[in-house]
């Protein structure tokens, strides 16, 4: 259980400082992707979509930390989570022949490893 504890607690840090990022300075963090913000309705998508999501997943986490009914719950989240946004990701540099997209490449390295922590930390719940 410690290990799953560990788990979240990175994911927490991890979702609670992108989150913040990308709602504080949606500009900026949009431009590590290569993506350019055109106009307010943009910005506030990413505000609300890219900050507001990871700020409330973290949050979700936070709840899974004091209630240990919803520590399962919140890992098999972040396995499900995290396993699609890698196969989309994989799926868009195939699609959008993107194998000189550093950022996707380890965008899709962070998720990969945290499926995996998440999925590890899941089955050491289950003994």
Known sequence: MLFAR???LIQIAA???LGLAYFIRPEEMASFSGAL????AAVTE????YGGLQLGLAAYLVMALLRLDL???ALLLLVLLYSVLALA?????????GAQQTFNLY???LEGVSAG???WALRGLSR
């Open 117 to 119: 922590l998440a999925w």
């Open 46 to 49: 990413v505000r609300a979509y």
């Open 89 to 97: 990701r994989v799926a868009g540099l195939w699609l959008d022949g």
């Open 15 to 17: 979702l609670l400082v």
């Open 37 to 40: 913000l055109m106009g307010n």
């Open 107 to 109: 965008a899709l390295l």
């Open 71 to 73: 520590l399962r719950p």
């Open 6 to 8: 560990i788990v979240l």
